[in-house]
């Protein structure tokens, strides 16, 4: 990237922790070890108006927060000691991100501690300007900032538009961006050097929220999947790390099994209601849902907090848990989980998220801290219990039982594909003609012999069951149409990748894969919602968790629970770009991620000679998507097909691309789906991977024989 455009991103990243009332003392050494971490990858530091930047800020200052006892000190040492700065150690203390490499080859944002020091100029971090979180005197006279993270986060989100519902249009995003002013361009020039920190923002009275959504839980025992969790077989381990898992508990049952990074504690919903009020009011007996530790006295009064941040602390660090064996056991045998396999039903439940208010469900956003010190003792948490943020209707958790990477590297959570920019992706009903809906149908369309105009695509047949599963005939044409041998390519003649890639670069159309269109019932269509003929637009209905694979492919999804031949899994969301849009990332180096997420909207690319820029789409879920994104790659013997369906428009310009079962998924597979990747072939606009899919037949394995046999040789 330019110098100029980087330091003008870095200009605008330290304006708006600056608004947050953070320094740029404090902001910028935070900026750059997010830069190295990130390998100047700008996209994930700016997404959410800097949340990562200000997670990392908040993080590196927690640890940094001196015990009560200290802060006189502190800040009587304001005007006696030299300003210190930080610089890398390997003692314990405050924390930065550094990047380790971990046996399976993936790389780790790890903590890196900080520590005063007079030495270099990573930065400043002098302790005045450490946001507090305690109660604090100012003996100086200074206002002591007290924000919470929640408090800055919302405030920092206040002003995003949202994007869109599952069936309705694509909306296109714009995402308020900082401006640029005289006075941030005169801190440009002390961007990258250390200065005297500002004076930390004045806060009044109200602007010291207290509405920490702190909710009940009860620590599940290490070990166990999250989402899975049979009473009968836990093993109750000793806490051998950090992280553990809990359940969202609803008034009458346990909605889902969730993963944690912290503490159990108990407190209050986000009404500020104790979870004695809570029980109370939804008739669950307190004891039966949460088993409070003995501690449960001490953090409810306000002079242990103190204590109650030292443990948290140390226990973060690895030494005992809060509570004790028996409790959890208590706590989990009195709980039914929502997600258990178990001998007789040999089903799990749904993982519904919950719709209702704080009066009948009591969130247990994993171990959720008692207050705000607390809070931000934990990495970044940037999904929560549900990585899905509420988006689907399904809760989606998370897990990762090799490695200590939480979740996934940020991404923002989107249900369905928004217009990044460019993109020519425009609906309106009078677009939609008369034959390509079912304006005079009613009910639901399978329910009638005579199929509707809707089937027009499809030969004139319905392509789903009653059942709402892909019938065979349909789901084996399209396995065979997907399948490497099979697949039948058509060539443009002027290729929409390849004219963006200047003159001396342009080459021939690489092909484009026939593909067959669904064409489902929409909003013009006379049918309800609930017809048979509107499957894809309805969402995720089974249950599925990204977790962390054994095999080296990094993240993957999986289903909690059986599928049936020809089910709806999921479908491939991100943002939609026109093929130059996505040219000119992988030009800016912005989608140089370690995985590729971008996808080709190509099926019609052949059909017309000029193809406008606007009309020659592809998807790119590394900064927005959904679980789609995490779907690896199997050669040939994938439980996964794609295949593309559209509702809102029939120009197969823009259209969905959802993920069918192939065959019977057990509970606990991987899905997976065949890229299509050619291994051997360079040029081809996959970013080719050594393949680990462990298949049999897998294609890439020539070349990791030709690769042994050259360094054996
Ligand atoms: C759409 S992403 C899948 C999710 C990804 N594993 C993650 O951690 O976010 C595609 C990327 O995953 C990795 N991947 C997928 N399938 C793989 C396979 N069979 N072998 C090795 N890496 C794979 C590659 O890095 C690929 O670019």
Not at 289 to 303: A, G, I
Not at 455 to 469: A, I, M, Q
Not at 470 to 493: A, P, T
Request: charged content about 25%; hydrophobic content about 35%; aromatic content about 8%.
């Amino acid at each position: 990237m330019a110098p100029s455009t980087q330091l003008q991103r870095a200009i605008a990243a330290v304006k708006a922790m600056k608004l947050l009332g953070f320094s740029q003392g404090v902001a910028k050494p935070v900026l750059k070890e997010l830069l190295k971490v990130y390998g100047n990858n700008w996209e994930y530091i700016e997404a959410e108006n800097y949340r990562l930047l200000a997670d990392a800020i908040l993080d590196s200052q927690e640890s940094k927060d001196p015990e009560p006892n200290e802060i006189d000190a502190a800040f009587t040492d304001e005007f006696t000691k030299p300003l210190k700065r930080l610089r890398h150690i390997e003692d314990p203390g405050p924390s930065q991100y550094t990047i380790e490499s971990e046996a399976s080859g993936e790389t780790l944002l790890k903590k890196k501690k900080l520590v005063a020091s007079s030495e270099d100029g990573i930065g400043e971090m002098a302790p005045q300007h450490a946001i507090n979180f305690e109660e604090p005197s100012a003996p100086l006279g200074h206002a002591i900032p007290k924000l919470s993270r929640r408090t800055m986060l919302s405030s920092f989100q206040s002003d995003e538009q949202y994007l869109c519902d599952r069936t309705g249009n694509v909306v296109c995003y714009k995402e308020p961006k900082i401006e640029l002013d005289t006075e941030a361009l005169q801190e440009a020039a002390v961007v990258g050097v250390s200065t005297i920190p500002d004076k930390p923002m004045a806060m009044t009275e109200n602007d010291i929220s207290t509405n920490y959504n702190v909710p009940i839980a009860v620590a599940a025992p290490n070990g166990i999947p999250s989402g899975i969790a049979d009473s009968s077989s836990l093993q109750l381990a000793p806490n051998e790390g950090n992280e553990r898992e809990s359940f969202l508990v609803s008034a009458q049952n346990v909605l889902a099994y969730v993963q944690d990074s912290t503490n159990v504690n108990i407190a209050s919903s986000n009404t500020g209601k104790s979870a004695a009020d809570l029980a109370a009011e939804s008739g669950v007996p307190l004891d039966d849902v949460v088993k409070l530790s003995p501690l449960k006295e001490c953090l409810k009064s306000s002079e242990s907090r103190g204590i109650h941040r030292r443990m948290t602390r140390r226990s973060f660090n690895g030494s005992p848990n809060l509570v004790s064996l028996e409790t959890r056991r208590k706590s989990m045998n009195g709980l039914q989980s929502s997600l258990h396999i178990d001998g007789q039903s040999n089903g799990i439940h749904k993982n519904y998220a919950p719709q209702s208010s704080d009066n009948d469900v009591l969130q247990c956003s994993a171990i959720q801290p008692l207050h705000e010190n607390a809070i931000i003792a934990s990495l970044p948490q940037h999904f929560e219990h549900d990585i899905a943020k509420g988006e689907e209707r399904i809760i989606i958790s998370v897990i990762n039982e090799f490695n200590r990477e939480k979740t996934p590297p940020y991404f923002r959570y989107i249900p369905c594909n928004v217009v990044y920019q460019n993109a020519h992706v425009n609906f309106s009903l009078a677009q939609i003609d008369e034959d390509d809906c079912c304006i005079n149908c009613f009910g639901n369309c399978l329910s009638v012999s005579i199929p509707c105009a809707c089937t027009r695509e499809t030969g004139g047949e319905f392509v789903y069951t009653l059942d709402g599963l892909l019938k065979k005939e349909f789901l084996n044409e399209c396995i065979s149409m997907n399948s490497y041998m099979d697949k039948r390519h058509v060539y443009c003649k002027n290729c929409p990748i390849e004219r963006f890639k200047g003159e001396n670069k342009f080459d021939s159309c690489k092909g484009h894969v026939v593909r067959k269109f669904i064409k489902e019932c929409w909003s013009k269509c006379g049918c309800n919602k609930k017809c048979g003929n509107r499957v894809v637009q309805r969402g995720i209905t089974y249950n599925l968790q990204v977790f962390y694979t054994a095999d080296g492919k990094g993240w993957g999804l999986r289903t909690l629970e059986e599928l049936p031949r020809g089910a709806f899994v999921c479908e491939y969301v991100g943002e939609i770009l026109t093929s130059k849009e996505l040219y000119d990332r992988t030009v800016q180096g912005s989608c140089s991620a370690k995985h590729s997420y971008t996808l080709l909207l190509d099926a019609d690319w052949v059909s017309e000679e000029g193809l406008r820029d606007e009309e020659a789409l592809c998807l790119d879920a590394t900064f927005y998507g959904n679980v789609g994104r995490f779907v690896n790659h199997r050669c040939f013997d994938a439980n996964l097909v794609e295949v593309p369906v559209e509702w809102e428009t029939p120009d197969h310009h823009y259209y969905h691309l959802a993920y069918f079962t192939t065959r019977k998924v057990e509970a606990l597979e991987e899905l997976t789906r065949d890229y299509g990747i050619d291994f051997k072939d360079h040029a081809h606009p996959i970013k080719a991977f050594k393949c680990l899919c462990g298949s049999s037949i897998c294609r890439d394995s020539c070349r990791s024989r030709k690769r042994k046999e050259q360094v054996g040789s």
